[in-house]
């Protein structure tokens, strides 16, 4: 299994990116996919997750009503539309697939996740 993530880049603040997150070597289709960032100096912390299973999603404090997570399963791949950027948001981000049951009960914890990206770096310029 590997999870290939980009579309990180530098961006002015108040920009937009969209970051993707393509899954390969098995279907994801049912399982939570997320997005966690670590920025330098700091623990990785989740950002988003998209149950799979069903729609729902879940969204970090920080970045709720500027960030969107949605999947497209056809493609096996998971995407992160960021807009309203700020300098906070500095970090690389990491894709992360979840393939066991407790997997849905910790969600937005990184135990949910067995399978990770390599990390795309979000450079945010004030």
Same mark, same amino acid.
């Given at each position: 299994?590997?999870?290939?993530?980009?579309?990180?880049?530098?961006?002015?603040?108040? =920009?937009?990116?969209?970051? !993707?997150?393509?899954?390969?070597?098995? +279907?994801?289709?049912?399982?939570?996919? /997320?997005?966690?960032?670590?920025?330098?100096?700091?623990?990785?912390?989740?950002?988003?997750?998209?149950?799979?299973?069903?729609?729902?999603?879940?969204?970090?404090?920080?970045?709720? =009503?500027?960030?969107?997570? !949605?999947?497209?399963?056809?493609?096996? +791949?998971?995407?992160?539309?960021?807009? /309203?950027?700020?300098?906070?948001?500095?970090?690389?981000?990491?894709?992360?697939?979840?393939?066991?049951?407790?997997?849905?009960?910790?969600?937005?914890?990184?135990?949910?996740?067995?399978?990770?990206?390599?990390?795309?770096?979000?450079?945010?310029?004030?």
């Amino acid at each position: 299994v590997q999870l290939q993530a980009s579309g990180g880049g530098l961006v002015q603040a108040g =920009g937009s990116l969209r970051l !993707s997150c393509a899954a390969s070597g098995r +279907t994801f289709t049912n399982f939570p996919m /997320s997005w966690f960032r670590q920025a330098p100096g700091k623990e990785r912390e989740f950002v988003a997750a998209h149950r799979g299973n069903t729609d729902r999603t879940y969204y970090a404090d920080s970045v709720k =009503g500027r960030f969107t997570i !949605s999947r497209d399963n056809a493609k096996n +791949t998971v995407y992160l539309q960021m807009n /309203s950027l700020k300098h906070e948001d500095t970090a690389v981000y990491y894709c992360a697939v979840g393939v066991r049951h407790d997997s849905f009960t910790y969600i937005n914890t990184e135990r949910a996740y067995d399978y990770w990206g390599q990390g795309t770096q979000v450079t945010v310029s004030s």
